[in-house]
């Protein structure tokens, strides 16, 4: 399906609405402990990146099609552990982002990934900064109309327990600050 969908492009986006339901459920019943079932959740997710990239129709604007799949992407957040969520999951995200071009989907979507900044598991709160850096890289400006909200995630991370998730925020941060152009340091008081 992935290579369906990439090969015919736009063409055949709305084509996704067959296998949307499959989709949602593979992603709901991985088993991180199965390589098969972990490989299968890597190739929908691979499938729904490439669905995702050219979309030219509105296809996942559309409600009835974004409230199914967006959820069930950000409840993956919690596989970290035992998933490659950074490799995998997040690019899905990213292009449904772009995807789904709209406030309201992008406060949907940003809602759940800020609600994974507060897990007690430092590789679940890691994926979900690095998601955010690469939503910040891909929308710029337009993502950033939400950082009164992420603010608060943000001073939190900056005292992480975890090095790697503070180092990953100052990264995070640089990138805000790049796309800003001024400097966060007065609005992390």
């Not at 729904?48 to 509105?58: A, G, P, S």
């Not at 604007?61 to 409840?75: E, G, K, N």
């Not at 090095?163 to 990953?168: G, L, N, P």
Request: aromatic fraction near 6%.
């Amino acid at each position: 399906m992935a290579v369906f969908f990439d090969n015919l492009k736009s063409i055949v986006t709305s084509y996704a609405t067959y296998v949307l339901d499959n989709a949602v459920d593979t992603l709901k019943n991985v088993n991180p402990k199965d390589e098969v079932s972990r490989e299968l959740w890597s190739r929908v997710l691979r499938t729904l990146v490439k669905c995702f990239e050219h979309d030219q129709d509105d296809f996942w604007q559309s409600p009835s099609h974004f409230s199914v799949v967006a959820p069930v992407l950000c409840a993956q957040f919690i596989g970290a552990p035992a998933l490659p969520v950074v490799q995998e999951l997040v690019p899905a995200i990213v292009e449904l982002a772009a995807a789904a071009d709209s406030s309201d989907h992008h406060k949907e979507l940003n809602g759940a990934i800020l609600k994974h900044m507060r897990s007690e598991t430092a590789s679940v709160r890691l994926a979900a900064v690095k998601c955010e850096q690469e939503l910040t890289d891909r929308l710029g400006e337009e993502w950033l109309s939400m950082l009164p909200e992420m603010l608060p995630f943000i001073s939190e991370l900056q005292e992480d327990d975890d090095e790697v998730v503070e180092k990953e925020t100052h990264r995070w941060i640089v990138k805000i600050e790049g796309v800003l152009g001024e400097s966060l340091d007065s609005m992390l008081q």
